[in-house]
């Protein structure tokens, strides 16, 4: 696969994210106590149209964030108070962003009946955390871009946690350095261990997931602290 090829997939569909409510008929919501809380839960809902309601499908799963919670990624929420997402912080976005392809470390998708996009990760496939790289929150493949222009990157198919995962449309349209990278669903090592900035949960909730997931539906994620999601529900329309 060309990095042309992997750029495109990392996001699936392209549309601002203050809309995508609106526009999505499948939502993964994932919800923690506060915004330092590691552990927290994740639910699936679903509509018809776009003001039909909610539909919530599946049993509510546990999942990990960042290991030092959550903080803002989307740009048009919050106070100044609140945390905002930056590389390195340990924290996983919070705000509405929609969701990308399923990858993982097969040749083709071993999840029968997908409905998304695959990306296969190969030896070289490498996701760039490099602020000063021009592939900055990229996933690229390392032996066919012209010049590799960064010093740190995830080797995606070292990491044992990404044998299956899906890519989250967070920073992409435009890239902002320094904002945060390398952000996806992925399998989480145990229960309430923490990721780097990433949200995890079991391998079956997260095939589960995978399997549900329609492209054509346009589905996204919302990731808040329980008051956040309180405060946000009727403006944002959510479940």
Known sequence: ??????LLLLGLWSVDARQAPSAS???VVVTTPAWDSVNGTLRRYSRTGPTSPW???GPAVPIVVGQTGLAWGDAGAGTRRDPRKREGDGKAPAGRFPLGSVFGFGESASIAGLRMPYVPLGDGTECVDDIASAHYNRVVDRGEVRRVDWTSAERMRSIDLYRLGIMVDYNTRPVRRGRGSCIFLHIWRA???PTSGCTAM???DLETIARWLDASRRPMLVQLPAAEYARLRRRWSLP
């Open 55 to 57: 539909v919530a499908e």
């Open 191 to 193: 229960q309430g261990s």
């Open 1 to 6: 696969m060309t990095p042309a090829h992997l």
């Open 25 to 27: 008929r499948q939502l």
């Open 202 to 204: 079991r391998a079956d």
